[in-house]
């Protein structure tokens, strides 16, 4: 799984830094993680095949999360487009598309509404999971859990070859089902098999007060993405407009036993980030910036 | 005046470039002449200072020339504005607008509504004036044109002394009027005065298919943009979307007696721009591309 940072200022562009935007890519799967202004450039610049994003999450209904979305979707439409692509976001996200895009688009958009407060599987397949849940911000906002599942048991050549097993049944062996001889006697699928690679998990937490509560959700993620509008010496600022600092991630990185944390959705009043990672990092040791451009994989 | 590219390409952002913005300084005023997605980066990176920004002109309702708007108005609002802005553009503007940006802007938005076909002077200023024309494109479509006006008389101090003409009356030799002597003797304006700067103008011609029918609107510019989306190989192309060549655009400075062509609107096809200005050139003399982030003086 790989992360690619489109943009990490917060509502106002400064410092050349452009509004929220992520592209996920998961086995060459990509997926749309908010699309601030300009996210469509970002994605030329950084060689990201916007063609090939079948599915677009929208955290909330604050412009810099989605004021690039139209023009996204109108450059797929001018490129030829026909596959579908599918659009999770709050329902006024759906009703801004439908007023500006009036023609045919040549492709159709398949909304699914995220509501408030709701905590929901929104894709399933058989090699990815991505999930929603609500943080806490100004207006109803959600968070995304993306997922590479579990890969299959890894068989042993060897041990395969020992005792004499059929290739036919090679791969239930790697969906880990036991086998059983024609005398009766099992062979444990342990004995023939190892452990495939754990699930890989990515939370990207949107725009959020310090929200404890979230940590259930986001819980022994190998990266998170988790807001830091203000450092500490704004804490008021960011109580105020339910924002978090960077030491409030750091908690939040801690508490829910993440792997690395990821920083970003500053204010335009901090030119420097360094103090972002001298601050979080007093907290939790493994911090980075969300710098545009850069690719985080896990 | 001045004229700032923010961005010069066509519909589908590519190489770099940027949908169709620009910022045009009479004096110290600044007016946004388009605003395509991703305009308030390029003010930023150009050192633009968006909030002395009042009048506002949107040529037609394609996305490339519009998509950065809602967010340019947002940001206006986040930084605290509150002098009016003035929009001029189709109705379809207002009602984005409107739709998008529900909350107190903490400004007003004055609208003034361009009707197709409509040719009118939009703001008369003592030192300059704005006005639109008709162009031909695929939707309703305006160039405009702006005219740093004519600048006051400049007074000769030898001749002042000689003629022994009193300094409370220096301000209407300005303007232009004669002087009388207590005698009744007439000392004739242009005996004690020279001429002022000439009227500065500058042509925006849009999007439009070859319409020498503008040549009238724009007639001695010293400067005019006009669209080169296509090269000539692709002349078909240009007719079929109602958009132009380079020798179209050519052919257009040459009828309306420009001093200088800007070219335009580049498709994302061409990655090199320097055919524009050999295949201009070959017509016109005084060609260069409106490169972005380039800052052309009249």
């Not at 999930?131 to 068989?155: A, D, W």
């Amino acid at each position: 799984m790989k992360i690619t940072i489109l943009g990490n200022n917060s509502a106002l562009p400064a410092f050349g830094r452009y509004p929220t935007a992520q592209i996920i890519d998961i086995n060459e799967k990509l997926f749309l993680m908010d699309c601030g202004e300009g996210a469509q450039m970002r994605m030329q610049q950084f060689g990201i095949k916007s063609m090939r994003i079948n599915h677009v999450f929208i955290s909330h209904l604050h412009g810099d999360h989605f004021y690039g979305l139209v023009g996204f979707i109108s450059s797929l439409s001018l490129w030829g487009r026909e596959k579908e692509l599918n659009l999770y976001c709050p329902k006024e996200i759906k009703e801004i598309i439908e007023h500006q895009l009036k023609w045919d688009l040549g492709f159709e958009i398949i909304y699914r509404i995220i509501e408030e407060g709701e905590k929901a599987i929104l894709v399933d397949e058989e090699k990815y999971e991505i999930s929603c849940f609500p943080v806490y911000h100004s207006v109803p906002t959600h968070g995304f859990k993306f997922i590479e599942k579990k890969r299959k048991r890894i068989l042993l050549p060897n041990k395969l070859q020992e005792y004499e097993i059929p290739k036919y049944f090679y791969r239930h062996l790697a969906e880990g089902e036991d086998y059983e001889m024609r005398n009766g006697d099992i062979i444990k699928n342990e004995w023939v098999t190892q452990d495939g690679h754990p699930n890989k998990i990515y939370a990207f937490c949107a725009d959020t007060r310090f929200a404890p509560e979230i940590c259930e959700d986001i819980q022994n993620a190998d990266l998170i993405y988790h807001e830091s509008t203000y450092l500490e010496d704004n804490q008021h600022k960011a109580t105020e407009r339910l924002h978090s600092t960077a030491k409030e991630a750091a908690q939040i990185a801690k508490l829910s036993n993440a792997k690395k944390l990821l920083l970003g959705h500053f204010s335009s009043k901090y030119k420097d980030l360094q103090p972002f990672i001298v601050e979080a990092s007093s907290l939790f040791e493994s911090v980075e910036l969300a710098l545009e451009g850069k690719v985080f994989e896990i």
